[in-house]
Nanobody, 124 residues
Framework: QVQLVESGGGLVQAGGSLRLSCAASGRTFSSYVMGWFRQAPGKEREFVAA????????YYADSVKGRFFISRDNAKNTVSLQMNSLKPEDTAVYYC?????????????????WGQGTQVTVSS
């Protein structure tokens, strides 16, 4: 099993920034992808960003491209999401996710492990 623990959520005004972090522990795999999803009230969980652990190739949803940046720290086995120019529509619970292999996948159904989520609220 892989355990994921998120941190860094909170309340911020529109235009502000927040940084989320996710620490992975437990079983490790030779190749994997880590990413972030979000879920707003009454909506489905949606893909935000992902990064391949080997090589660091990253992927973003169109809605956050140019504003959010995903990065990894190999030594600490953590993934971070730097969120800039936040908008009220970014308000959601943000979940860290882990998927074995090299495919990132935008559907939450193909990801293997999940964190408990952290709330991000952007006020207008």
């Amino acid at each position: 099993q892989v355990q994921l623990v998120e941190s860094g959520g909170g309340l911020v005004q529109a235009g502000g920034s927040l940084r989320l972090s996710c620490a992975a522990s437990g079983r490790t795999f030779s190749s994997y992808v880590m990413g972030w999803f979000r879920q707003a009230p009454g909506k489905e969980r949606e893909f935000v960003a992902a990064i391949r652990w080997s090589g660091g190739v990253s992927y973003y949803a169109d809605s956050v491209k140019g504003r959010f940046f995903i990065s990894r720290d190999n030594a600490k086995n953590t993934v971070s999401l730097q969120m800039n120019s936040l908008k009220p529509e970014d308000t959601a619970v943000y979940y860290c996710a882990y998927r074995r292999g090299t495919d990132w996948g935008s559907s939450p159904l193909v990801w293997d492990y999940w964190g408990q989520g952290t709330q991000v609220t952007v006020s207008s």
